[in-house]
């Protein structure tokens, strides 16, 4: 094709050619998004331990740009607001009101918070008599509580929330909380000296320490002392009455819990040396045992800094890992250590050890099951049954393992799966808090079997159901299954037998609201009625369409026309290809089609379905499998297959009269930027793309990138024939890159989109060159938001509404 050529940039302020660029300053999107965008959202639901009452809370809208652009610290892979000492806004999600509903009696009860309160991380007491949040200031964090009668109070100020996670954690017996703080005798924090101390040198001498990419790294001595401040506290018990005791003194506590018989405390605190190269995770850490008063018990693990890991994606460290409180027991410790070295490669009949230690921590640990695979989880239920499960990531492959935690020692296999693919879900087992706020699976009456809940995919869609798992072993029996229109997933059983459930049901026209219902059928009660947040979607028509690719491959998307639109009348629209590719090891798998119907879909933030206000169709998510069958690695015909998945689905949505070939657009978000700009490259089947916050120049990611394992070194090939930087003089269709200046995504560096938008003006393609101040990887602001779906809906009007007479010569 012969496109008009144009370059266009909104970092420059002149265009060379007569297409100009749009004005400067943040635009709001078209009315009919703006308004859904500016609607407050729907609440979220956290329901409480016995399942009698949910906790509902409000949620803000989006944050504006100026809450973003405050002032924060990026250390160790963190984003912090260094003024109240908790994470970055970007990271985090405010609710703005509290109140509690009766699952029975359909009692609510609002909670009187001050005007203009904020907070987040919201748990229940394992008791259910108090739910503790986190509260916002102008200097600081506060933990609250409150109570079922709407009283709500402030328990400790000063809470140190800059690492992810909780910042608390409810003692057993709801007496009150582990709190980390921020640590009193601090002092002022580090200044930076406006004048260099010296170089900043690092060095490796003959060993191999490779790894992936990482955003917000410490990069000098200053980031380390500020890491050590603002990350460093002290750790409290502070009562439900708010009377504070110190129990550890000032540390890097990235995690602490409490063994379920409120006797122990188990610690995870970082050390020196840090890393340039790798985020605090890899930091040399001590994993250890205390009294709940703090007195030191026993030092499971002081492991070093993991700067020496294999790329692989089952690469772990040596020693004990993922050290936990078996939740059925007083306090027993259970943790895995790897079998293989941590090397995934190396040949040995299992690779993984499960181990536990009963307190007082003094006699040998004892195997509890070793896996055959890389050990992923332990859901603990009694001492004659518990469930292991480990998973390796280059066959897809799970398994499942009963276990018997009184007599360790031996496994029984349940189940080997792939765990991609969506017809043979099993589900997971049901999981309750026992009286020790700790989850466990829920029995049977006659324990001899555990509930499962599951999604229950197939061909005409998901209909999630409950189910029995024998322990002994052999097939489920489904007990209850959703029925169309609905999809209706199970909240929680309601009483020991599973004879009622709370559930969360939807429809293709309804919002999803919780309601009781018996497993035997008959009517649902309603227990919550939240509105469509989005009623101007309600006209939108959405159906599951399916199709080959050449080789014969199912693929399927989802295919959404404008409120109102009639085929007969309004004829063929502009249509948008929106994506994601996916790798699979399994054809059979790739080609798994879930009808999408019983779901209700409202677009929120940046989401592309808003361009249905705006006369085009959308083909949403439709299948790009990239398949790698019986060990051939997926990428290594990456190109090909993508072309193939691409040209099936434009062929599908033309085919059934919806989309005008000649007027069909690809997009996508952080790999699906990448996906489009290789379409556009290796393709001409869309007359425009839309990239945002790609990657684009894969010798940028060398140690691996998605799901590639392999290094640059070692398949150099297939990183230059997947960079579509590599082949940007063949983009000619018009393309339109957004990024987040701040970009916080592993391989999404800003770099990557501003070289290519370098590459493609050099060569003379139609770019436009978006950057969003202060944004990460998913867009936050109000501002960011509306300005994204404004320049999405001006690309696409430009150079894909429009017939091709009108914008170009062939």
């Known amino acids: 094709m012969k496109m008009l050529v144009a370059a266009v940039a909104l970092l420059s302020t002149t265009s060379a050619l007569a297409q100009e660029a749009p004005p400067a300053g943040y635009h709001r999107a078209p009315d009919a998004i703006a308004s859904i965008l500016e609607a407050p959202p729907t609440p979220a639901v956290l329901p409480g331990p016995d399942h009698r009452t949910l906790a509902v809370l409000g ?110 954690a409810w003692l057993p017996d709801s007496s009150g909380v582990i709190v980390r703080a921020v640590d009193p005798a601090r002092g002022t924090p580090p200044a930076a000296s406006p004048t260099p101390e010296g170089p900043v040198v690092q060095e490796s001498i003959g060993r191999t320490a490779a790894a992936r990419t990482y955003e917000d790294l410490l990069k000098n001595r200053t980031d380390e002392a500020r890491f050590d401040y603002y990350f460093g506290g002290v750790l409290l018990r502070v009562g439900v009455d708010g009377a504070p005791v110190a129990i550890k003194p000032n540390g890097l ?20 040396p840090y890393s340039y190269l790798l985020p605090a995770p890899y930091f040399p850490t001590e994993i250890a045992v205390s009294m709940v008063d703090g007195q030191p018990v026993r030092t499971v693990v002081d492991r070093p800094l993991a700067d020496d890991l294999p790329v692989d994606f089952d690469a772990v460290v040596t020693g004990p890992r993922e050290v936990e409180w078996r939740a059925d027991a007083p306090a027993t410790l ?17 690779h993984d ?80 808090r026992n009286a020790a706020g700790k989850p466990v699976m829920q029995f049977t009456p006659d324990h001899a079997a555990v509930f499962v809940s599951g999604e229950g995919a197939t061909k005409a869609g998901a209909f999630p159901f409950l189910a029995r798992l024998p322990l002994a072993g052999g097939e489920q029996t489904r007990l209850w299954t959703a029925k169309a229109p609905y999809y209706e997933e199970v909240v929680a059983l309601l009483d020991d037998r599973g004879t009622r459930m709370l559930t969360r049901r939807e429809s293709a026209k309804d919002a999803p609201n919780y309601v009781v219902r018996s497993v035997k059928g008959g009517k649902a009660r309603a227990v919550t009625d939240f509105p469509d947040p989005a009623p101007v979607f309600a006209g939108v028509s959405q159906r599951t369409i399916t199709y080959r690719r050449a080789d014969g491959l199912p693929l399927s998307g989802t295919l959404y026309t404008p409120a109102g639109y009639d ?32 779901r209700f879909t409202r677009p929120r933030g940046i989401s592309h379905l808003f361009l249905l206000t705006q006369g085009y169709a959308v083909l ?89 394992e392999r290094t640059y070194w070692q398949a150099t090939d297939t990183y230059t024939a997947m960079s579509p930087f590599t082949f940007a003089d063949r983009i000619k269709e018009p393309i339109l ?74």
């Open 567 to 598: 085929p007969k009348k309004d004829g063929p629209l502009p249509t948008l290809l929106w994506a994601y590719p996916s790798e699979f090891t399994d054809a059979a798998v790739a080609g798994q089609t879930v009808d999408q119907g019983n």
């Open 353 to 432: 050890s499960v181990r536990m230690q009963a307190a007082p921590f003094d006699a040998e640990p004892v195997t509890l099951a070793e896996t055959a695979n890389r050990y992923a989880a332990t859901l603990w239920g009694d001492d004659g049954f518990a469930m292991v499960v480990d998973r390796e990531w280059k066959t897809r492959t799970e398994r499942r393992y009963a276990v018997s935690p009184g007599k360790p020692g031996e496994a029984r296999l349940m189940l080997t799966r792939n765990f991609q693919d969506q017809y043979g879900d099993p589900g997971e087992p049901m999981l309750k």
């Open 334 to 350: 259970v943790w895995a250590e790897a079998l293989d070295g941590g090397n995934p490669r190396t040949r040995v009949a299992r």
């Open 59 to 168: 949620q803000e809208s989006l944050p504006a740009i100026a809450a973003l652009a405050k002032p924060i610290l990026r250390l160790g892979g963190y984003r912090i607001d260094p003024a109240t000492n908790g994470q970055a806004e970007v990271r985090v999600r405010w609710a703005n009101a509290l109140s509690f509903e009766d699952v029975d009696g359909g009692r609510s009860v609002r909670v009187a918070l001050p005007a203009g309160t904020r907070f987040t991380s919201a748990s229940w007491a394992p008791d259910g008599s108090r739910l503790a949040f986190v509260v916002q200031g102008a200097d600081g964090l506060t933990l609250w509580t409150a109570t079922q009668d709407g009283r709500a109070q402030p328990l400790v100020a000063h809470v140190n929330a800059a690492f992810a996670g909780m910042p608390y």
């Open 620 to 708: 949403d998510d439709p299948a790009m499998p990239i398949v790698g069958a019986k060990g051939a690695e997926p990428n290594d015909s990456y190109v090909e297959q993508l072309t193939a998945d691409a040209k099936a689905a434009v062929d599908a949505v033309v085919a059934l009269g919806v989309a005008d070939r000649d007027r069909v657009a690809v997009g996508g978000h952080s790999y699906g930027a990448f996906m489009t700009a290789n379409l556009l490259a290796h393709t001409d089947l869309f007359r425009a793309g839309i990239a945002r916050s790609g990657a684009y120049n894969r010798t940028l990611t060398p140690f691996g990138f998605q799901a590639e």
């Open 253 to 272: 506590w990235t995690g602490f819990s409490v063994s379920p018989d409120g006797r122990y405390l188990l610690t995870e605190r970082l050390k020196r």
């Open 737 to 810: 890159l957004i990024h987040g200046q701040a970009d916080d995504n592993s391989g999404t560096f800003p770099i990557q989109s501003e070289r290519m938008y370098a590459a493609l003006k050099g060569n003379g393609a139609t770019v436009r060159y978006v950057v969003l101040p202060d944004e990460p990887h998913g867009y936050r602001a109000m501002e960011s938001t509306q300005e994204t779906l404004w320049q999405m809906t001006d690309w696409l009007d430009r150079y894909v509404k429009p017939k091709r007479a009108a914008t170009a010569a062939e």
